[in-house]
């Protein structure tokens, strides 16, 4: 049954969006920089502010700053990264087991040079998942392939109280791998297959004659974000709201189903600048249908930050801006109530290739206004972090934008 006089909330996530001034363009951030007309409509006909998704002490990563964005306190509720994304990839978790994500990565005389591999083709990552199987043959390590370098090993019966420490690969592209491997409980298991698995990828038969057919360049795998099944109170219960996940990637889609909403797979979604922009909003306009609650999700902005392309980040934001947020507020205007909010979750600066916990600009327009909210007329010119600190709008906890999107208050 349509339901065109309900409300309907959407949120449209750029990963990694936001940025730091840049000598090359004038001391302006990517966001000033870039042509972004639809994200600039929105700004001047709703709310603009920075909001705080990294709670302080916590790393700066898209696991922490999406669960903010989708109404979550990551002090209470984090638990792990490849727990959610296990949770999507219909791995089931027990209580004493741990989710370990295991990125294909490209070592070079022992610098970390790509935490990607290249990119690496979703196929040849699920031959080298196996071959690692096969050669290791652990009782109680499981390996499951998962969407190009993100991958992930599932450890049954964990037998230590703490989780391993460990470091996400892309923050640490062009420095000593070796100064920071795993450590701490579990570690040295961790350390092992690392090692073991160079050796397993330069041998292997199979490895070789994938690496003909398929984009990459692996050297090892890396393993790290280990964690435990979540708990989460559904959204439908929290908010009411109910609906989906549009995205590449495991971790929002897991975070989603913790969240109580279900993914929407779109083909061509590659979490690239080559993904399929268009599809993504043609998703997002058909599921709202019958959906009241839909968050869209594109990471290339994040990805071409930590490539440190200047030239890639503009394109994927620009991107975003044209063929996602314009089409979507198109198709969501024949519904008299809608609300969407625009933001990255976290900034990933070119200067730095990894995240950062700095504050993140937000925008939230509102079909029906914001006559009468606290908020009334924190509107400006353009998306901006600059113009979203112009207003004087401040979120020192992240999980709150959700409220001020559905209540139009705090």
């Known amino acids: ?41 929105l ?87 196996h071959e690692l199987a096969v050669a290791l043959a652990l009782e109680g390590i499981e390996f499951y392939p998962g969407v190009s370098y993100r991958n992930i090993v599932v450890w049954r019966n964990y037998p230590h109280t703490d989780l ?46 994938a690496k003909l057919k398929y984009k990459g360049s692996p050297s090892s795998v890396w393993l790290w974000g280990c964690g435990k099944k979540p708990s989460m109170e559904p959204l439908t219960k929290r908010f009411g709201l109910r609906g989906h996940t549009i995205s590449a990637v495991d971790l929002v889609h ?52 930590h490539e440190g392309s200047l030239e890639h980040k503009l394109q994927a934001i620009e991107d975003f801006d044209r063929k996602i947020v314009g089409p979507v507020m198109e198709g969501l205007s024949v519904y008299p109530d809608h609300t969407v909010l625009v933001c990255p979750d976290h900034p990933t600066p070119i200067s730095l290739r990894t995240h950062s916990s700095d504050p993140i600009p937000f925008c939230i327009y509102a079909s029906r206004g914001w006559k009468g909210s606290p908020c009334e007329g924190k509107n400006a010119p353009s998306f901006s972090e600059k113009s979203g600190a112009s207003t004087g709008l401040y979120l020192a906890e992240g999980h709150r934008l959700i409220e001020l999107m559905i209540n139009k208050k705090l």
Do not use: W
Not at 13 to 28: E, H, T, V
Not at 184 to 193: D, F, K, M, T, W
């Open 1 to 41: 049954m349509k339901r065109n006089n309900e409300a309907k909330y959407a949120i449209l996530l750029g990963d990694g969006m936001a940025d730091r001034p840049i000598d090359s363009l004038g001391g302006k951030t990517l966001l000033e920089y870039a042509a972004t007309p639809n994200m600039d409509r």
């Open 43 to 129: 700004a001047s006909g709703g709310i603009m502010g920075m909001a705080r998704t990294v709670p302080e002490g916590m790393q700066p990563g898209s696991d922490i700053a999406n669960l903010s964005i989708l109404g979550y306190d990551p002090r209470t509720s984090f638990s792990g990264r490849a727990p959610l994304e296990a949770i999507n990839m219909g791995i089931e978790l027990g209580e004493k087991d741990i989710a370990i994500r295991c990125n294909m990565v490209d070592i070079r005389d022992g610098i970390m040079h790509d935490f990607s591999a290249g990119h690496i083709a979703s196929e040849f990552s699920a031959v080298i998942m």
């Open 164 to 209: 391993p420490e460990s470091t996400p690969p892309h923050d640490i592209q062009g420095s000593p791998a070796a100064d920071h491997l795993p450590r701490g409980a579990g570690a040295e298991l961790l350390n092992r297959i690392m090692e073991e698995s160079a050796g397993i990828i330069a041998s292997s038969p199979a490895i070789r004659d």
């Open 254 to 305: 897991g975070l989603g189903r913790a969240a109580g909403l279900t993914p929407i797979q779109v083909p061509g979604a590659t979490g690239y600048i080559d993904t399929n922009y268009s599809g993504k909003a043609a998703a997002l306009i058909k599921g709202m249908k019958e959906a009241n609650f839909i968050f869209l999700h594109v990471e290339s902005p994040d990805e071409s930050g």
